[in-house]
Protein backbone atom coordinates (compact mmCIF):
# COMPACT_ATOMS: atom_id res chain seq x y z
CA UNK A 1 0.00 0.00 0.00
CA UNK A 2 1.56 3.39 -0.76
CA UNK A 3 2.06 6.44 1.72
CA UNK A 4 -0.50 8.57 -0.59
CA UNK A 5 -3.78 5.55 0.05
CA UNK A 6 -2.55 5.43 3.43
CA UNK A 7 -3.18 9.09 4.39
CA UNK A 8 -6.52 9.14 1.77
CA UNK A 9 -8.00 6.13 4.07
CA UNK A 10 -6.81 8.09 7.89
CA UNK A 11 -8.24 10.99 6.05
CA UNK A 12 -11.55 9.97 5.75
CA UNK A 13 -11.87 7.78 9.03
CA UNK A 14 -10.83 11.34 10.41
CA UNK A 15 -13.53 12.72 8.70
CA UNK A 16 -16.21 10.35 9.87
CA UNK A 17 -15.09 10.20 13.22
CA UNK A 18 -15.35 14.07 13.29
CA UNK A 19 -19.23 13.96 11.51
CA UNK A 20 -20.27 11.38 13.77
CA UNK A 21 -19.60 13.82 17.33
CA UNK A 22 -16.62 13.76 19.27
CA UNK A 23 -19.03 12.35 22.44
CA UNK A 24 -19.50 9.41 20.50
CA UNK A 25 -15.78 8.40 20.17
CA UNK A 26 -15.66 9.50 23.74
CA UNK A 27 -18.42 7.19 25.31
CA UNK A 28 -16.85 4.20 22.74
CA UNK A 29 -13.63 4.90 24.34
CA UNK A 30 -15.56 4.37 27.68
CA UNK A 31 -17.50 1.54 26.86
CA UNK A 32 -14.37 0.13 25.56
CA UNK A 33 -12.55 0.49 28.90
CA UNK A 34 -15.54 -0.73 31.19
CA UNK A 35 -16.54 2.82 32.64
CA UNK A 36 -19.27 3.94 30.71
CA UNK A 37 -22.17 5.50 32.30
CA UNK A 38 -24.52 5.55 29.87
CA UNK A 39 -25.96 2.18 30.61
CA UNK A 40 -26.90 3.77 33.97
CA UNK A 41 -28.25 7.18 32.84
CA UNK A 42 -30.80 5.22 30.54
CA UNK A 43 -31.50 3.05 33.49
CA UNK A 44 -33.03 6.53 35.40
CA UNK A 45 -36.56 5.16 34.15
CA UNK A 46 -36.28 1.98 36.77
CA UNK A 47 -33.87 3.92 39.62
CA UNK A 48 -35.50 2.91 43.14
CA UNK A 49 -35.95 6.91 44.71
CA UNK A 50 -36.26 8.55 47.90
CA UNK A 51 -36.64 11.98 49.33
CA UNK A 52 -34.45 13.12 51.60
CA UNK A 53 -34.93 16.13 54.19
CA UNK A 54 -31.47 16.94 53.68
CA UNK A 55 -29.73 19.29 51.44
CA UNK A 56 -27.71 18.50 47.99
CA UNK A 57 -24.48 18.60 49.69
CA UNK A 58 -25.25 16.63 52.80
CA UNK A 59 -26.69 13.72 50.53
CA UNK A 60 -23.98 13.42 48.23
CA UNK A 61 -21.04 13.39 50.89
CA UNK A 62 -23.23 10.88 52.83
CA UNK A 63 -23.63 8.66 50.16
CA UNK A 64 -20.10 8.62 49.49
CA UNK A 65 -19.26 7.89 53.16
CA UNK A 66 -21.87 5.21 52.72
CA UNK A 67 -19.68 3.70 49.91
CA UNK A 68 -16.97 3.73 51.51
CA UNK A 69 -18.44 1.59 54.22
CA UNK A 70 -19.46 -0.55 51.95
CA UNK A 71 -16.16 -1.22 49.98
CA UNK A 72 -17.73 0.37 47.05
CA UNK A 73 -15.39 0.68 43.62
CA UNK A 74 -16.20 4.55 42.16
CA UNK A 75 -15.34 4.30 39.22
CA UNK A 76 -16.81 7.95 37.96
CA UNK A 77 -17.36 11.07 39.61
CA UNK A 78 -19.73 13.31 37.64
CA UNK A 79 -20.86 16.55 39.08
CA UNK A 80 -22.16 17.53 35.89
CA UNK A 81 -24.11 14.87 35.52
CA UNK A 82 -25.40 15.20 39.53
CA UNK A 83 -23.88 11.45 39.59
CA UNK A 84 -21.47 8.74 40.99
CA UNK A 85 -20.91 5.25 39.00
CA UNK A 86 -20.00 2.71 40.82
CA UNK A 87 -19.31 -1.08 40.72
CA UNK A 88 -20.30 -2.92 43.80
CA UNK A 89 -17.13 -4.17 44.94
CA UNK A 90 -13.70 -4.15 42.76
CA UNK A 91 -14.00 -7.71 42.44
CA UNK A 92 -17.87 -7.36 41.34
CA UNK A 93 -17.81 -5.06 38.56
CA UNK A 94 -21.94 -4.58 38.34
CA UNK A 95 -22.48 -0.82 37.42
CA UNK A 96 -24.13 0.94 39.54
CA UNK A 97 -25.11 4.69 39.30
CA UNK A 98 -26.58 7.26 42.20
CA UNK A 99 -28.32 10.24 40.70
CA UNK A 100 -28.85 13.69 42.99
CA UNK A 101 -31.64 16.09 42.25
CA UNK A 102 -31.91 18.93 44.50
CA UNK A 103 -35.67 19.54 44.84
CA UNK A 104 -34.96 22.69 46.97
CA UNK A 105 -32.42 23.97 49.33
CA UNK A 106 -33.34 21.31 51.70
CA UNK A 107 -34.69 18.60 50.27
CA UNK A 108 -32.94 16.18 47.76
CA UNK A 109 -33.95 13.32 45.29
CA UNK A 110 -31.62 10.30 45.50
CA UNK A 111 -32.15 7.63 42.35
CA UNK A 112 -30.19 4.69 42.24
CA UNK A 113 -30.20 2.56 38.61
CA UNK A 114 -28.34 -0.15 37.71
CA UNK A 115 -29.29 -3.05 34.77
CA UNK A 116 -28.96 -5.34 37.79
CA UNK A 117 -31.71 -5.97 40.05
CA UNK A 118 -29.85 -7.29 42.70
CA UNK A 119 -27.53 -4.78 42.57
CA UNK A 120 -29.97 -1.69 42.78
CA UNK A 121 -31.95 -3.23 45.55
CA UNK A 122 -28.31 -3.65 47.51
CA UNK A 123 -26.96 -0.46 47.19
CA UNK A 124 -29.96 1.71 47.68
CA UNK A 125 -31.06 -0.24 50.63
CA UNK A 126 -26.97 0.55 51.82
CA UNK A 127 -27.30 4.12 50.91
CA UNK A 128 -30.99 4.38 52.58
CA UNK A 129 -29.69 3.21 55.46
CA UNK A 130 -26.23 5.43 55.89
CA UNK A 131 -28.84 8.56 55.14
CA UNK A 132 -30.50 7.43 58.19
CA UNK A 133 -27.22 7.00 60.16
CA UNK A 134 -27.98 3.75 60.53
CA UNK A 135 -25.15 1.76 58.32
CA UNK A 136 -22.43 0.02 59.92
CA UNK A 137 -18.63 -0.39 58.47
CA UNK A 138 -18.44 -3.24 56.81
CA UNK A 139 -14.82 -2.70 55.06
CA UNK A 140 -12.92 -5.74 55.69
CA UNK A 141 -16.33 -8.09 56.33
CA UNK A 142 -15.21 -10.87 54.69
CA UNK A 143 -11.46 -10.70 55.45
CA UNK A 144 -9.82 -12.92 57.75
CA UNK A 145 -8.26 -10.92 60.69
CA UNK A 146 -4.68 -10.33 59.73
CA UNK A 147 -2.05 -11.80 61.75
CA UNK A 148 1.28 -10.48 63.64
CA UNK A 149 4.54 -11.51 61.53
CA UNK A 150 5.23 -12.76 65.20
CA UNK A 151 3.02 -15.06 65.39
Excluded at 14 to 42: F, R
Amino acid sequence: MNLKFKIIIFLASLSSITLCGCSTVKELSKGALGVSTKVLEEGRKDAIKKDFNRDYDTCYKTTIDSLNKISAYIYADEPSKNMIAIYVTETDTTPVGIFFKSINKDNTTIEVSSPSIYARELISGKIFLGMEGKLKDEKGKNEEPKKSLFE
